[in-house]
């Protein structure tokens, strides 16, 4: 069981250029979630995802774009890097339906460590 | 929007207990969660407390009071293994917003 797997581990650009980072879930998961994590902030929300579809801004999705087009798959693109993007993304899915299932937590993948020069 | 508030950095000693604190201001709640994070490495589910109370798991324990805005995780029997940090994350409806984060470093 793959749980969540995230493409590519690591990547080093160039300021301006453009890449997508892939996050694939083979638990059935509605809700999928795009963190990046910088030194002394924590995990900050990018944009998540409640469903196939669909896709609605987080706490900090200014330079990021997503796609959702597959239920098992989430798409984060940059289109113009910039040195302030350089830091760790997770990608994250969960599980919630109903009530009774308000207790499934996250599960993270193994992050991506972007550095952009 | 939510606010929560955890301490940076904790240190303790093996074997010893220790209790980190979560506080937070949300608009609604539906959940708070606690997890671990060694360095380099991905969070892991610890504990999950909807209602008031404490839920306990082996050597970790987590204790809510919603009417205070206020958690805590506690951890017994401390191991060197247990040096990582801890995020505490509470969840509106839907989705979860996670604090900065506490280092806890642990020293024989």
């Known amino acids: 069981n793959a749980g969540v797997t995230q493409t590519p581990k690591f990547r080093v650009l160039k300021t301006g250029q453009s890449m997508t980072l892939l996050c694939a879930q083979d638990?059935?998961?509605?809700?999928m979630y795009w963190y990046r994590q910088d030194p002394g902030m924590g995990l900050r929300l990018i944009h998540y995802?409640?469903?196939?579809?669909?896709?609605a801004k987080g706490e900090v999705p200014d330079g990021y774009n997503v796609s959702r087009l597959k239920k098992q798959n989430f798409l984060l693109g940059l289109e113009s890097a910039a040195p302030s993007q350089t830091s760790v993304y997770f990608c994250a899915s969960s599980y919630f339906g109903l009530v009774s299932d308000s207790n499934q937590p996250q599960h993270f993948g193994d992050g991506t460590r972007l550095s952009i020069l | 929007g939510q606010n929560i508030d955890q301490p940076t950095e904790m240190t303790a000693t093996e074997g010893a207990i220790v209790q980190i604190n979560c506080t937070y201001q949300t608009s609604g709640f539906n959940g708070l969660f606690w997890y671990q994070q060694h360095a380099g490495e991905a969070p892991t589910f610890l504990s999950y407390n909807v209602l008031d109370g404490l839920e306990e798991k082996g050597r970790f324990s987590s204790f809510l009071s919603r009417s205070k805005g206020y958690s805590y995780l506690l951890l017994k029997e401390l191991q060197m293994k247990d040096s990582a940090s801890y995020l505490c994350a509470v969840r509106d409806r839907y989705i979860p917003t996670f604090g900065r984060g506490t280092s806890l470093i642990v020293h024989p």
């Open positions: 995802s409640v469903g196939e579809g669909t896709t």
């Open positions: 638990m059935n998961h509605e809700y």
